[in-house]
């Protein structure tokens, strides 16, 4: 009994509806047959979904849910496959399998009585619909061809294309992709059938594939193989199968190949086990424990991981690529063995990278990676998708089973969020995230189902040794990819060959061994340059060009990032200066205010304060300088007085000793004698006056001396009549007149002072510190002894015998007196006897009546006892003798002209009372000027 009889149900049973119970929703409702594809025809993109109605599982419908107009796929919608392994020649045919074969798209699957889902759903059968439904007689080749050769030829083109196989345990996933020798699978149909097709274009480019999607140029290093990992094919231990494939040249000539090309053809086998990544082509070691994983990485210019690390080796013949296929397996069974896995529960990825470089129209192949492309096709051998409580698993098996179910379990979660994510989109709606990183196995063909790839899976049952309910799961699976739809994206431009840099790598084609040999770089250059024509060294010097500028630009590249970071840590570090500056002056703006606040008042309100004080002061200095310029001009004001104070002074001595004299000559001369001299015809006044005259003519020479004695004489009378106390100017001015020299009678005489000297010694002190009264008399006693002239003696003692012999006499005798009363330096008296006391008191009264006449104005000087004149005068007056009033009044009876005089003398003596007045009301008010209530500036 074939297995294609016993599976496929009789075409009555095609048309069992789904349980109208409507206890299932995930089962898809068979269309009429004509709807139907046939086997034969080719695969063509969304094809197989026109006119197809499903059931979809994710639908809320009590009973099946039919959609009139399914989504249309866009480009590339999933190829799901399902092959029926048939049944092994030991196995006993069950002819009640739940899995009926309705046609080559549609099956069945009718619960058993013993199942979950028909307790679930009573019964109830599911119908699936796949690409094409590969029964039991379906063999390798045909297989191929309708599964994988359309990928074939897409991936030839230079696009991705991923073919996985997916059921559960022994269901034939392994068989599919790998086969046998005598049955050899997908994978090594692909590599038979691909060489075929490139046996003429295979290429000698030093190009490789690296990260996910890039290609990169190599050196040749016959110590490293690190670039190629053709060592591996060395192996001895690998026993390359020989396969027996009745793949035949016409198979391989069914797939277009791009003329403009030449192909570089890479292999890689990897392993993802408990969600780890193992390379198949690493030989472990024989006392190796552990396996060494290999890490995802990032490929930033994609945005896609790919494995690190994972060996590519450079394959240049089919049988090479089945050596690394073979190389893999028998990896994979020694780790299996040592690390006590199971084959069966990882996910084997085989890969085939093809390098497209380009060839221009003069034959030269461009070796550049700006120019190539690079396409994948993986074939992956999934594990089994079994359920694993329904295992028995323990401990490690348990972990596998639970990994292998969570990468199967993503992978169909990742299956439905793309397929409603399509929804999504054409409702105008947002897609959702599609959950790849949640499993390495998604995370690795994330760009395949996105954007750039085909997808096509083959779902492997084995109706006959596997429960319901795992082979409804793995239907579910394969119905729901079925529905999604990978798009396309438009994949990076490389350069086209009209802008073709004169500095690409590039080499000439030829298709010779010979030429080949000559041109592969590989070879001695020595012997190159024998056999070759200058063509190579051309191009070997252009590819000199080419990897200097290469260079260069990478170190332009560099120098530019550098500068880039630089820049912007720069910026970054002065946007974090001024945070911390603006959050400084903040702080200090804070602190000012506290400090503000706690002294009771802002800072600034301070400031006018001191502005006012400023214009205070400022007013004050302003007043200071005022009140000094009225000092000032008070000074001078006051200097003026003084200047004519003292000349007013002058006048009166002037005057008074005109007085005394018209006194003398009124008094006591007759007055005859006044009308006539008979000596010299001139009266005794004109002979004073004359005197006077030529005695100030004679004392105002050159010298002035006169002035200075008189001077001399006033001074020390004004000042030994201030106080009572003889001061110490007195005794000073007193040194002068001592050591005045060459000071005569005459001089003496007449600036009278003698009579000042006598005056003094006879007026009463309280003290005398300074001896004056003892230095004046003997002063006066020097003065007295001064030789007379003899001429005016004369002359004037005649005039005296004339006028007043008894004046003169006692003048005389006064004068002898006090020669005689002189003494010797040794105090020995050497002058004649004195007078008698009655006629010396006589003469002394005399001398002092005129001597206090003539300094009656000393007592009226403002800084005598008794500064009030009147009282002075009254003082004075009180002193005079009787005589002395007596001969006034009769002077005054006598000569009215002396009235007149007297009244000036007067007049003129209230005048500077008055002017004296004056200056010290004008000290006092400006010693008393008001305060206004303010401080006094100069004080
Ligand atoms: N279509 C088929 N024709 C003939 N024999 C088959 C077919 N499919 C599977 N077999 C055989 O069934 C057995 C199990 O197949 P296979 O190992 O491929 O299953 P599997 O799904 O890979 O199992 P695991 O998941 O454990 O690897 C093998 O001996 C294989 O030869």
């Known amino acids: 009994m074939t297995s294609d009889d016993t599976n496929v149900p009789p075409a009555t049973d095609r048309g069992v509806s789904h349980a109208s119970t409507g206890a299932t929703n995930s089962s898809f409702q068979r269309p009429s047959r004509s709807q139907s594809t046939t086997a034969n025809q080719p695969l063509i993109e969304g094809k197989h979904q026109e006119g197809m109605v499903l059931s979809s599982s994710t639908t809320t419908s009590p009973s099946t849910t039919t959609f009139s107009a399914p989504p249309q796929p866009r480009k590339n919608p999933v190829q799901a496959y399902l092959r029926i392994r048939p049944l092994s020649p030991t196995q006993v045919v069950d002819s009640s399998s739940y899995l009926k074969v309705l046609d080559d798209e549609w099956v069945s699957l009718i619960p058993p009585q013993d199942s979950h889902a028909y307790r679930k759903r009573q019964g109830a059968s599911d119908q699936y619909q796949f690409t094409k439904v590969f029964t039991n007689n379906t063999n390798q080749q045909q297989l191929f061809e309708e599964t994988t050769l359309p990928l074939l030829q897409y991936f030839l ?215 190539a492309t690079m396409s994948k096709l993986s074939i992956v051998d999934l594990a089994g998708s079994e359920r694993y409580r329904n295992t028995f698993n323990q401990g490690q098996r348990l972990k596998e089973a639970g990994n292998i179910n969570k990468s199967l379990m993503v992978l169909g979660q990742c299956m439905e969020a793309l397929r409603l994510n399509q929804l999504k989109i054409e409702s105008g709606r947002r897609p959702g995230v599609v959950p790849f990183r949640q499993s390495k196995l998604t995370e690795l063909f994330k760009n395949t189902f996105e954007s750039d790839g085909k997808v096509a899976i083959v779902v492997n049952v084995n109706p006959f040794d596997t429960g319901f309910d795992e082979n409804s799961g793995v239907m579910k699976f394969a119905a729901i990819a079925k529905e999604v739809t990978t798009v396309q994206q438009q994949k990076q431009q490389k350069l086209p060959l009209s802008e073709m840099s004169e500095t690409a790598l590039k080499r000439l084609r030829r298709n010779t061994t010979e030429s080949k040999n000559e041109l592969d770089p590989r070879i001695n250059l020595d012997n190159a340059c024998q056999h070759c024509d200058g063509a190579l060294i051309k191009t070997l010097l252009e590819q000199l060009d080419s990897l200097r500028n290469k260079w260069l630009d990478a170190e332009k590249r560099y120098a530019t990032l550098e500068s880039d970071t630089r820049r912007q840590v720069s910026m970054e570090t002065n946007v974090e200066a001024e945070k911390w500056r603006d959050m400084y002056m903040s702080l200090l703006k804070q602190k000012s205010d506290t400090i503000g606040a706690r002294i009771g008042h802002p800072m600034n309100d301070i400031v006018p304060e001191e502005t006012n004080d400023r214009v205070s002061l400022a007013s004050l200095e302003a007043q200071q300088q005022q009140l000094s310029s009225e000092i000032d001009k008070l000074h001078a004001l006051s200097k003026e007085y003084d200047k004519e104070r003292q000349t007013l002074l002058e006048k009166i001595d002037h005057m008074e000793l005109g007085i ?258 004056h200056v010290g009301v004008s000290h006092e008010q400006h010693d008393k000027r008001p305060q206004d209530g303010k401080t006094n500036p100069m004080e």
């Not at 003069?362 to 700006?370: G, Q, T």
């Open 157 to 371: 083109h230079g696009n991705n294309a991923l073919i996985f196989a997916y059921g559960v345990t022994n269901s034939g996933k392994t068989y599919t992709m790998l086969g046998n020798k005598t049955e050899a699978g997908i994978v090594p149909r692909t590599i038979q059938c691909l060489f075929s097709a490139l046996q003429d274009r295979l290429s000698q480019s030093l190009l490789k594939p690296v990260m996910h999607g890039s290609i990169q140029a190599y050196e040749l290093d016959p110590r490293n193989d690190s670039h190629e990992n053709r060592s591996l094919l060395l192996d001895n231990d690998v026993h390359t199968p020989d396969y027996t494939m009745d793949t035949s040249n016409d198979t391989a000539n069914r797939l277009e190949v791009d003329a403009g090309f030449e192909y570089g053809i890479w292999v890689s086998f990897a392993e993802i086990y408990n969600e780890k990544v193992y390379d198949l082509l690493e030989s472990p070691s024989k006392k190796q424990t552990k396996r060494p994983s290999l890490p995802l990485k990032y490929e930033y210019r994609s945005g896609y991981k790919y494995v690190a690390g994972l060996k590519n080796v450079r394959v240049k013949t089919a049988k090479e690529a089945y050596t690394v296929i073979q190389k893999g397996q028998q990896n994979r069974v020694v780790f299996s063995t040592q690390m006590n896995q199971s084959s069966s529960r990882s996910h084997s990825i085989f890969t085939i990278s093809l390098i497209r470089c380009p060839v221009d129209s003069a034959d030269y192949v461009i070796e550049d990676p700006a120019y």
């Open 660 to 917: 005394k004299l018209e006194e003398l000559t009124t008094s006591n001369l007759p007055s005859n004698h006044l009308a006539s001299d008979p000596l010299n015809g001139s009266t005794f006044a004109a002979r004073e006056l004359q005197r006077s005259d030529s005695g100030a003519t004679q004392y105002s020479g050159s010298d002035d001396r006169y002035g200075t004695f008189l001077d001399l004489r006033k001074q020390l009378r004004r000042s030994v009549f201030k106080r009572d106390e003889l001061p110490e100017d007195a005794e000073g001015i007193l040194n002068q007149i001592e050591q005045f020299e060459g000071v005569t009678f005459d001089l003496v005489k007449n600036t009278k002072m003698g009579k000042l000297l006598k005056l003094i010694t006879q007026e009463e002190f309280k003290s005398d510190p300074y001896s004056i009264q003892q230095r004046a008399l003997d002063l006066f006693k020097r003065f007295a002894r001064l030789p007379r002239p003899i001429a005016t003696t004369t002359q004037l003692h005649q005039d005296t015998m004339a006028l007043d012999p008894t004046e003169d006499t006692l003048m005389e005798d006064f004068m002898d007196r006090l020669n005689d009363e002189g003494t010797d330096d040794d105090g020995r008296t050497n002058n004649p006897p004195l007078l008698s006391q009655k006629k010396a008191t006589e003469i002394e009264l005399q001398w002092h009546d005129q001597v206090t006449d003539d300094d009656e104005d000393l007592h009226a000087s403002p800084g005598h006892q008794g500064t009030d004149d009147s009282d002075t005068s009254v003082a004075c007056d009180s002193r005079k003798s009787p005589s002395r009033k007596r001969r006034s009044l009769d002077a005054s009876t006598k000569h009215p002209h002396l009235t007149q005089i007297n009244n000036t003398l007067k007049d003129v003596k209230e005048s500077l009372k008055e002017t004296v007045k």
